[in-house]
T-cell receptor, first 111, second 111 residues
Framework: GQNIDQPTEMTATEGAIVQINCTYQ??????LFWYQQHAGEAPTFLSY????GLEEKGRFSSFLSRSKGYSYLLLKELQMKDSASYLC????????????FGKGTKLSVKP | DSGVTQTPKHLITATGQRVTLRCSPR?????VYWYQQSLDQGLQFLIQ???????AKGNILERFSAQQFPDLHSELNLSSLELGDSALYFC??????????FGPGTRLTVL
């Protein structure tokens, strides 16, 4: 079966660093994605990991450990506009491009 | 702007009715995906098309159907609508099995 877990909500302070964790169990794995979604809007692509290690892109970094079925998204120098839901999604290797999404982590950034 | 367009933006209808949601993928993308997002629920994969052919099916009800046309735009048909079908419906597109880019969504309200 397939299962993706991430915390439901997190709160952090403007200017701080926050780490959003994601654990997954899939019968086939072909990459992990992070998306940002503001309420009522479309998910927007943040990062993609297929090999173990850290991918850095500006204030956002994403880490993957395939042996542990674990990923995290690191957000640095938090801004108020970073308040959003962050969705972890795993690509099922058995079907082309099909993404299985977690329920998302709602991040609130406080001044 | 992801380059994926969806119409209409909002749709209000009554139980038992039938509606059609439309999606135009990014230029050059052959794959189209449909997702449903209910209040407080994660993105649920419904169905994928690749160059006009159905490629993968997720949790799509029998009352729902989709197709992709020769010009690559796609339509999602929802029939015998129920209150529980009220949700945001997103379309995404990709070039093969790469990153999916999401459209702005159609908010469906069934009264």
């Amino acid at each position: 079966g397939q299962n993706i877990d991430q915390p439901t909500e997190m709160t952090a302070t403007e200017g701080a660093i926050v780490q959003i964790n994601c654990t997954y169990q899939t019968s086939g794995f072909n990459g992990l994605f992070w998306y940002q979604q503001h309420a009522g809007e479309a998910p927007t692509f943040l990062s993609y990991n297929v090999l173990d290690g850290l991918e850095e892109k500006g204030r956002f970094s994403s880490f993957l450990s395939r042996s542990k079925g674990y990923s995290y998204l690191l957000l640095k120098e938090l801004q108020m506009k970073d308040s959003a839901s962050y969705l972890c999604a795993v690509r099922d290797g058995r079907s082309q491009g099909n993404l299985i999404f977690g329920k998302g982590t709602k991040l609130s950034v406080k001044p | 702007d992801s380059g994926v367009t969806q119409t209409p933006k909002h749709l209000i209808t009554a139980t038992g009715q039938r509606v059609t949601l439309r999606c135009s993928p990014r230029s050059g993308d052959l794959s189209v995906y449909w997702y449903q997002q209910s209040l407080d629920q994660g993105l649920q994969f419904l169905i994928q098309y690749y160059n006009g052919e159905e490629r993968a099916k997720g949790n799509i009800l029998e009352r729902f159907s989709a197709q992709q046309f020769p010009d690559l735009h796609s339509e999602l048909n929802l029939s015998s609508l129920e209150l529980g079908d009220s949700a945001l419906y997103f379309c995404a597109s990709s070039a093969g099995s790469t990153t999916q880019y999401f459209g702005p969504g159609t908010r469906l309200t069934v009264l």
